[in-house]
């Protein structure tokens, strides 16, 4: 199960519907080994595109050294589909490299700014894509 605070779940949707027609993108931190999510770091797509996101490999190599720095890992990596049902495609899967984040998705797909839109979260390893439940907290205990 992903817990996250109503704040962070918040930014993130404001972040993809910010960026939409185009898929955001980032990562929220926390302390390494806690699958906490504090830290929002929303990201540029490289690819500036409305079905395919890309980090840009330079800003992902300083995030990660940030990270590293701040004894801190993903415990979020994120982006929308602006256009299909908040589900990982085969691209998603096959960009998944981090086995302990949670994935989460937002669609933007038929929305406007007021709503609605998909929150959902999955964990993907070895290719394999379950779903987990969300829970949203006012902070954390």
């Known amino acids: 199960m992903l817990t996250l ?4 779940h ?3 949707v404001a972040h993809a519907r910010q960026d939409h027609p185009d898929e955001a993108c980032g990562v929220v ?7 906490r999510p504090e830290r929002f770091i929303p990201m540029l797509n490289a690819a500036r595109s409305p079905t395919f996101y890309e980090f840009d490999s330079a800003d992902l190599l300083s995030l990660y050294r940030e ?7 993903p415990v979020i990596v994120y982006h929308s589909h602006t256009a ?3 589900y990982p ?3 998603d899967v096959g960009y998944a490299g981090e086995p302990g984040a949670h994935y989460v998705l937002v669609s933007t797909a038929d929305t406007d700014d007021a709503g609605p839109f998909q929150f959902r979260s999955f964990r993907i390893v070895d ?9 949203i907290v006012a902070a954390y205990a």
Request: charge should be negative; glycine fraction near 8%; avoid cysteine.
């Open 5 to 8: 605070t109503q704040d962070l």
């Open 10 to 12: 918040d930014r993130i």
């Open 29 to 35: 931190a926390g302390p390494a080994g806690s699958d």
């Open 67 to 73: 990270m590293d720095d701040r004894d801190e890992e």
């Open 84 to 86: 299909t049902e908040a």
């Open 89 to 91: 495609s085969r691209t």
């Open 127 to 135: 290719g394999e894509i379950t779903e987990e439940e969300v829970r």
